[in-house]
């Protein structure tokens, strides 16, 4: 199981950070500090997501890992 905290600006429509942790209490714990770090910023998103792999996490969560134009290509 792949566990990954990502920080996502939604304005801006891009990635600000993304760490894969082994553990999944290791990534909420440090999720806790991200949201204190982005605290006040009402458009980043500080989230974990968990799945087998980051495939998979690419695939159900692309918005996350994909630029706006690379999303569009797909719906395409």
């Known amino acids: 199981m792949t566990n990954v905290l990502v920080v996502y600006d939604r304005a801006a429509g891009r990635l600000l950070h993304e760490q894969a942790f082994e553990q999944r209490r290791d990534a909420f714990v440090a999720r806790?500090?991200?949201?204190k770090r982005y605290?006040?910023?009402e458009n980043v998103e500080v989230v974990v997501?968990?799945?087998?792999?980051?495939?998979d996490l690419l695939r159900t969560h692309a918005r996350y890992f994909l630029s706006l134009?690379?999303?569009?290509?797909?719906?395409?």
């Open 32 to 35: 806790l500090e991200m949201e």
């Open 39 to 41: 605290r006040g910023r």
């Open 49 to 55: 997501l968990s799945a087998k792999s980051r495939a």
């Open 69 to 76: 134009d690379e999303l569009a290509a797909r719906m395409a």
